[in-house]
């Protein structure tokens, strides 16, 4: 593969951000909202947390920081520990709280007259026991706004929903539209930050194998 096949060499950029996808879990493969709710690693997920840890010790982060549900641990406390890092745990890093939605599948939560994505014309979800979009969106801006202040190469271990979160910060697109943006398991973003703060989207959907230091800069 040629050297920076997806141009992350800027050399005016010199912090780095990394998102990765937790691996798959047995609740992903039947489709299910798990939001904060821990579930064990499916076995493509185990495969794929093999995969996603050489990949990020392979890009070697400075600084780690992760969810602190168990999806996002099983990647993020091997790789601190292979390259001595203090891993940093930010419950800011968490999945979106469903509520009652958490457990039922698409289908199953239609039929007891729930949904998601929810209209945002409408207020707060309306759903016992869910995370507001509002708090959604504040909790997820605060944590990007703090992760895009920091110096050198940082790496987050987090959700799809986080990850939609932090990207509608950094890119100023609003949340609501990103529902449907792919974001798959062990899959990173990477972005760059330059000397007057502004954050710049480097890749998206990157395989763990393309994260080595010379492909994945």
């Known amino acids: 593969m040629a050297k920076d096949p997806h141009g992350l060499l800027e050399p005016n950029r010199s912090t780095k951000l990394l998102l990765m996808r ?11 909202y798990q939001g904060r ?3 064990p690693l499916s076995e493509l997920g185990r495969e794929q947390c093999t995969r996603a840890v050489k990949g990020l010790v392979a890009w070697q982060p400075e600084k780690l920081y992760s969810s602190p549900l168990s999806r996002c641990l099983a990647i993020a406390e091997p790789v601190a520990e292979a390259l001595g890092l203090e891993l940093q745990i930010d419950e800011r890093l968490l999945e979106i709280d469903f509520g009652a939605v958490e457990g039922f599948t698409h289908d199953e939560a239609i039929a007891q007259g729930l949904s998601f994505p929810w ?14 979009l509002e708090d959604f969106v504040a909790r997820t801006a605060a944590v990007a706004s703090d992760l895009a202040a920091l110096e050198g190469r940082i790496a987050a271990v987090t959700h799809g929903g986080a990850v939609r979160g932090i990207f509608s910060c950094w890119m100023h697109i609003p949340v609501e539209h990103l529902w449907m943006m792919s974001v798959r398991n062990v899959e990173s973003s990477c972005f760059s930050v330059d000397a007057e703060g502004l954050v710049y989207l480097d890749a998206h959907g990157l395989k763990p194998e393309w994260l080595s230091k010379g492909n994945a800069a």
């Open 22 to 32: 937790h691996p798959q879990t047995v609740k992903n493969v039947e489709a299910r």
């Open 37 to 39: 709710s821990n579930a």
């Open 119 to 132: 209209d945002p014309s409408t207020g707060p979800w309306p759903v016992s026991g869910a995370e507001p």
